[in-house]
């Protein structure tokens, strides 16, 4: 009785599920062994990466005032912290540019690589290159976009060989010739290492050169610029190269390059505001020169000499309204002057910084503003105005604009607020003058406009020297906290990874290869195969697959698997003749059919009637299938041209006895063979004589075994199976598809074949049973492979 427990059930079809491929762990053995010889073999020839990196900080470079001065804009507050908070990002796309990394490529001349030549390998030469080779110029034809590949040998200190790759051309030069060749002309310089020249000799060295703009949008790609630290300045630059001293090299030419390009921006400022200056000393030194030829024709038209001391009181009093007016006009001259500045100029252009302005927060805004523009030219030389960045930036610029120009008109209407109410309040105060002859009321109005226009020059020229040693300043913008250096470790490839990922793909290939072949299986292949697809019926023998040579027929005292298959069969069969049609004193009667030919059907109901034929019983075996006999095969030479089951039923005169012929294989065991083959198989079956010969049959023997015709493909079987006690219904693992068992299943269910039990012919070992853990053969221990492995 089978037991249904679904846990079991469950337990059962996972051991059977691990089964199908531990079967095969030879091929998971040789996956494995195999993939890892490629992993070795790939980790020898591959190219092995290292990764370079370099820190540094951008340093914060505001100018301007302090907290009072950024006050007076507090109105500007959000956007400067936005810009501000992209700053960063916007000294990272800088370090990525392409410009800054084409001077880079350029300084190192990194568009030319050297490899050295060998016989599986190629590796890239660059600390110790055995040689220099400079392209002087290039044909206009070809230009520098395609030179083919060269291949230098140096045959002796002063001589090389150069062979133009896929062209035949190979000519020896001198070291420093100028070699004209098709696509151009170079030269090659010796290296000034003598040991390195020793150590080239008769080596063959590949020289490429690559075209400028694609080698650095190459090295674009490969440099990572990050902002290692949230919300700081830190600066890390990475980049993985197979050659560390290379890569070292490019990202310190980076740093300088960029150092290079922020220098050359502040100097633009520091020149933009002294040319501002010089202009405006210019105009305050004609303005000055005014006012003193204006003050010395006065006193000579008036002929006064000191008449300062005539109201040497008053203007005691005045004095601190002068100081106040004179400060005010300052501010105010200086304030107009910028306005008028900013109105005849564009958004292109820098603003003048530190030239005195005094207000909260102005000079900071200028300073944001010069940046801004700064970074918008480095942006326009790598992108268009188009670029959403870029008009980002002018968008901010012409807002930062507009709120400076607004307060500086702010700031000009407050001024002239402060002098009006020093000017009431100096009227008052020269009421008291009215004695002072109006020669000294003119007079103390000169001298005011020559003090101010001394002062403000003296101012100008104090900023003009400031602005001179801005420029004249050099200061690194990226400071270097650490220099390019390499790991000794590569990053790739990673041995250990490697390593595991080809132990994995040794089992998943042979894992792949078993369940693909499983999917695409639409064969039956063992027992459990029969038993899903058919649950109702029983499963009452397994035929082992015999080897080519292998003996195919049970003997007497046979022990090999194929016997002890067919006396379980036989074992088995007995159980089924409980419940039989016919009255228990006659023979029992086996059909044997299959679905189609080639199932070996004829092949088990021969060894069936032997293996009964070896108990002592009379056995009869019957070739049924009249339309292809095969029975004739197990028969001596002159014994296969007798007459069979077909002249019985044909020829009302002959008898049993004289259609039935004893095998040579055992005494016990009579054949009746099909006959001729008739033109109306069916119809004959379906004769009386059918009955009367099978009723004789079992009078006269024990045991009758049939061998029937394929029931899908005929109706005989079908036709003539009321008359069998068992149907076995032969099916061949590897060979009989799956979709051919719903036919068994529907000739079940519509009772076309009565009593029926399965027989599953030509199983492999290691199908057999459920999981042939033990096998038929007992009589000798057959030790483990492990088994084997320990007890050598």
């Known amino acids: 009785m089978k037991d249904i427990n679904p846990s079991h059930q469950n337990e059962v079809s996972i051991r059977e599920l691990l089964d199908q491929y531990v079967r095969y762990w ?12 490629g992993a070795v073999i790939y980790l020898r020839y591959t190219t092995v990466l290292y990764q370079s990196k370099a820190t540094v900080i951008i340093k914060d470079e505001k100018s301007g005032g302090g907290a009072a001065e950024l006050a007076a804009f507090s109105d500007l507050g959000g956007f400067l912290n936005r810009f501000s908070n992209s700053k960063i990002e916007n000294e990272l796309a800088i370090f990525n540019s392409r410009r800054i990394i084409k001077e880079v490529v350029k300084e190192l001349d990194l568009n030319v690589v050297y490899e050295s030549v060998g016989t599986i390998k190629t590796t890239e030469v660059y600390e110790n290159k055995p040689f220099l080779v400079r392209f002087l110029s290039f044909s206009d034809s070809i230009g520098n976009k395609n030179i083919p590949k060269l291949f230098i040998e140096a045959e002796s200190q002063t001589t090389i060989n150069i062979e133009i790759e896929n062209s035949g051309i190979a000519e020896t030069y001198n070291f420093g010739d100028k070699i004209k060749l098709p696509f151009g002309t170079l030269t090659v310089l010796p290296a000034t290492n003598g040991d390195v020249m020793e150590g080239i000799l008769g080596k063959t060295y590949a020289v490429k050169y690559h075209d400028l703009e694609k080698v650095a949008a190459s090295y674009q790609q490969k440099i990572n610029v990050l902002n290692e630290i949230k919300n700081s300045n830190v600066v890390l630059l990475s980049m993985q190269s197979p050659v560390p001293a290379k890569a070292e090299d490019f990202i310190d030419e980076l740093i300088f390059q960029y150092n290079k390009d922020a220098i050359n921006d502040r100097g633009q400022v520091a020149k933009k505001t002294s040319d501002f200056i010089d202009s405006r000393l210019a105009i305050i030194t004609r303005e000055l020169d005014s006012v003193e030829g204006n003050k010395e024709q006065f006193k000579s038209k008036n002929r006064l000499t000191n008449i300062e001391a005539q109201a040497q009181l008053v203007l005691e009093t005045a004095s601190e309204f002068d100081k106040k007016e ?26 003048p910084a530190n030239i005195g302005l005094e207000g909260e927060g102005l000079g900071e805004s200028v300073a944001n503003y010069n940046a801004l523009v700064q970074q918008r030219n480095r942006l326009l030389k790598t992108s268009t105005s188009k670029n959403p960045v870029v008009i980002n930036v002018n968008q901010q610029l012409e807002g930062l604009r507009a709120n400076i120009l607004s307060g500086l008109k702010n700031k000009t209407e407050g001024l002239k607020i402060s002098m009006r109410e020093l000017n009431y309040q100096e009227s008052a105060l020269n009421s008291k003058l009215t004695e002072v002859p109006t020669q000294e009321k003119i007079y103390r109005g000169i001298e005011r406009q020559q003090l101010i226009k001394e002062q403000l020059y003296l101012f100008l020229l104090q900023q003009r020297e400031e602005a001179s040693i801005s420029l004249a300043v050099t200061a690194p913008k990226a400071k270097i906290v650490d220099q390019a250096s390499t790991a000794a470790v590569p990053v790739a490839p990673k041995k250990m990874l490697v390593y595991l990922g080809a132990g994995l793909s040794g089992l998943l290939i042979p894992f792949l290869f078993l369940y693909s072949r499983k999917l695409l299986n639409n064969k039956i292949n063992n027992r459990r195969d029969v038993e899903l697809a058919l649950p109702n019926l029983n499963v009452i023998g397994e035929i082992p697959r015999l080897s080519k040579g292998e003996d195919d027929l049970v003997r007497i005292n046979d022990r090999s698997i194929l016997a002890e298959s067919f006396r379980i069969l036989r074992t088995n069969l007995q159980y089924l003749f409980i419940n039989k049609l016919s009255p228990s004193n006659t023979a029992n009667t086996v059909f044997v059919t299959s679905t189609i030919k080639g199932e070996g059907k004829t092949f088990v109901a021969f060894n069936l009637a032997l293996t009964v034929a070896l108990t002592g019983k009379k056995v009869a075996l019957v070739g049924a299938d009249i339309r292809n006999p095969q029975l004739h095969r197990y028969l001596s030479d002159d014994k296969k041209d007798m007459k069979g089951l077909t002249e019985y039923i044909i020829d009302d005169s002959l008898t049993l006895q004289e259609i039935t012929a004893q095998s040579r294989e055992n005494d016990h065991l009579s054949i009746v063979l099909s006959g001729t083959i008739p ?20 009078e006269n023997f024990d045991f009758v075994v049939v061998d029937t015709a394929p029931s899908m493909l005929v109706a005989d079987t079908i036709l003539i199976n009321k008359l069998a006690d068992v149907t076995l219904y032969v099916l061949r693992a590897n060979y009989t598809e799956k979709r051919l068992l719903e036919f068994v299943n529907d000739a079940v269910a519509d009772k076309r074949l009565n009593n029926v039990a399965l027989i599953l012919n030509g199983v492999s070992m290691n ?14 221990e057959k030790r483990s492979f492990f088994k084997k492995l320990r007890n050598g």
């Not at 033109?679 to 079992?698: G, H, I, V």
């Open 26 to 37: 030879y091929l998971f053995v040789l996956g494995v062994i195999v993939m890892l010889v």
């Open 326 to 351: 004179f400060d005010i006009a300052t501010q105010l001259s200086l304030a107009n002057t910028m306005i008028e500045y900013m109105e005849d100029t564009s958004t292109n252009d820098l603003l």
């Open 679 to 698: 033109p109306n198989p069916a119809e004959l079956l379906m004769s009386n004589r059918t009955d009367l010969f099978f009723s004789q049959l079992k």
């Open 767 to 780: 199908n057999f049973g459920y999981g042939n853990k033990y096998g038929y053969s007992y009589s000798s």
